[in-house]
């Protein structure tokens, strides 16, 4: 899957020295990551919610978690090669149905700085 030039681009922001070294979420990140949790949870297990558990997504297939009933568009986008990393994460959460079409999914963030801070988030849950 080919990503639009536009979200490698805001990718770059990911990448800045705050994000990559801190050992711990900071309070902002643990703050944007709020727009995850009605649908999301970390870990598996607890109530059941309409989103996959984000532990260790980094570097995950798409649609592959076991356990979790993914859509038929999820599944499809995974067997065609979507791995969820910084840039896809990215391009995603600001447009879902442009990453994965058929997908249903709330209309994204479309705010940068909130998608780079639960996207840090994510990958201090993910060891990365």
């Not at 709020?34 to 996959?52: E, Q, S, Y």
């Not at 910084?86 to 995603?92: G, I, R």
Request: aromatic share 8%; charged share 20%; glycine share 10%.
């Amino acid at each position: 899957m080919r990503l639009p030039v536009w979200a490698m681009g805001a990718s770059l922001l990911l990448l800045l020295p705050e994000a990559a070294t801190a050992d711990t979420a900071t309070d902002a990140e643990l703050k944007a990551f709020a727009n995850c949790r009605a649908c999301h949870a970390m870990k598996p297990g607890g109530r059941k919610l309409p989103g996959p558990p984000l532990d260790n997504i980094i570097g995950r297939q798409a649609g592959t978690l076991d356990g979790f009933a993914y859509s038929k568009a999820m599944k499809v986008a995974g067997r065609e090669g979507l791995f969820w990393n910084a840039e896809t994460l990215d391009a995603y959460v600001a447009n879902p149905r442009a990453v994965v079409q058929g997908k249903k999914f709330l209309p994204g963030i479309r705010n940068a700085d909130t998608r780079r801070k639960i996207i840090s988030y994510l990958m201090h849950q993910s060891g990365s």
